[in-house]
Every structure is written in structure tokens, then in C-alpha cells.
């Protein structure tokens, strides 16, 4: 099955500086990268998410990128804030029925004001 | 609201015992998906359930069990309750094709004694 890995575990910046959290999967036929983001208490929510027949993707302060040759996305958030302190999972799935969408295991950011 | 409900929101029992968790997915939502987020752990995948039917086993214990009913609702099913499975229980929910994103529910809080 599909394994996904992700690092770092924990990253902490400065107000204002970038943040990059990088996953790699080991399953060719996935197609669908999504990007969730968990604040403490709550439910994992997306924030953007990549399909395999793009090459990046940005929505304001954050964008994803995808090296489908080498099996690895990576999220992006320019400009962090305070606000965007919470666990961030990636994840990848293909889409078919037998469908198993696997997490990676968090990367929880801290930004510093 | 992500528009999947769990019930319930917590859950109190002690070692040995049964419990009922369930997921009532978005409307029109065919796919159901059941996680275990242990204490600052990741997201691990359980099972995943399409229109009824098991589509995809992840590290589900065989003390574990889930079913999909006819009206799309979800149950998973916990027996012989250890320490060790006290964790939060989110149950997710997409179109179908695992294409689309997934919709998170709350989750069950579970506390074993």
C-alpha cells in the first residue's frame, strides 16, 4: 500500500519568514496530493491540494509543487502569521474506488511573532 | 461545519468494554473514511467503506470492526477496549473515487480507564 512520509516532525520560524514541509509517497499510481491543516482541538481541514497533471499550485500565501519523477510534494507558506501555527498533514491517494487516502505523520509549525 | 457529524463527541469507558462510534457522511458523500489520532500522533488509517461496501483495510486491530448501512452512515465498532485506544476517531467523507477532497468530521474523543 501506499506510504507516505513527512518532515520535519516540528518547525518553528520567525513571523514573517517562509515555511517548507516536504512529503515524498511511494505509490506511482497516486494522483491526488491533498494539504490539511489541524489546529489544536479540531478536525483536520484542507487548505489546497495538487493533482498529478499539475506542477504547482498557489492560493495566496501557500502553494504546493509536485515532482511526480521523483515522487514528492512539497507545501509552501510565504509570510507566515501567528494564525498559522497548527499540525499540517499531507496526503496522497489515487482515485479509484479502492481509494485509501494515507496520511503523513505531521509537521507541527509554530510561527513566533 | 464540514457537514459529516460523529457521535459522540466523547467517550468515557474502562478496559474491556464495547463501544459504538458513528459518522453520518455529507449528503451525496458514497465514501466513508474511519482514522485514529492517538495524543500528538498522526492520522492513521483505518478502513475506508464505498456505497456499503470495505474498499480499503489500513492498521485496523482485529478487535475493530466497521460497517457502511444503506443510508451511508458508518459505525466502527470497538471491543476489548485497551488503555492503548484512547485517541480521537475521525471519521471522513468524499464524493467518490476518492477524487474529491475529504470532509473531516469532528471526531469522537475516546478515553479508556
Known amino acids: 500500500g501506499e506510504n507516505v512520509e513527512q518532515h520535519p516532525s516540528t518547525l518553528s520560524v520567525q513571523e514573517g519568514d517562509s515555511a517548507v514541509i516536504k512529503c515524498t509517497y511511494s505509490?506511482?499510481?497516486?494522483?491526488?496530493f491533498p494539504w490539511y491543516k489541524q489546529e489544536l482541538g479540531k478536525r483536520p481541514q484542507l487548505i489546497i491540494d495538487?493533482?498529478?497533471?499539475?506542477g504547482e499550485k498557489k492560493d495566496q500565501r501557500i502553494a504546493v509543487t509536485l515532482n511526480k519523477t521523483a515522487k514528492h510534494f512539497s507545501l509552501h507558506i510565504t509570510e507566515t502569521q501567528p494564525e498559522d501555527s497548527a499540525v499540517y498533514f499531507c496526503?496522497?491517494?489515487?482515485?479509484?474506488?479502492?481509494?485509501?487516502?494515507?496520511f503523513g505523520a505531521g509537521t507541527r509549525l509554530t510561527v513566533k511573532p | 461545519d464540514s457537514g459529516v457529524t460523529q457521535t459522540p463527541k466523547h467517550l468515557i469507558t474502562a478496559t474491556g468494554q464495547r463501544v459504538t462510534l458513528r459518522c453520518s457522511p455529507r449528503?451525496?458523500?458514497?465514501?466513508v473514511y474511519w482514522y485514529q489520532q492517538s495524543l500528538d500522533q498522526g492520522l492513521q488509517f483505518l478502513i475506508q467503506y464505498y456505497n456499503g461496501e470495505e474498499r480499503a483495510k489500513g492498521n485496523i486491530l482485529e478487535r475493530f470492526s466497521a460497517q457502511q448501512f444503506p443510508d451511508l452512515h458508518s459505525e466502527l465498532n470497538l471491543s476489548s477496549l485497551e488503555l492503548g485506544d484512547s485517541a480521537l476517531y475521525f471519521c471522513?467523507?468524499?464524493?467518490?473515487?476518492?477524487?474529491?477532497?475529504?470532509?473531516f468530521g469532528q471526531g469522537t474523543r475516546l478515553t479508556v480507564v
Open positions: 496526503a496522497a491517494s489515487k482515485t479509484r474506488l479502492d481509494n485509501d487516502m494515507r
Open positions: 471522513a467523507s468524499s464524493l467518490s473515487l476518492g477524487q474529491t477532497e475529504a470532509f
Open positions: 495538487i493533482r498529478s497533471n499539475v
Open positions: 449528503s451525496g458523500d458514497l465514501s
Open positions: 505509490d506511482s499510481a497516486s494522483n491526488y
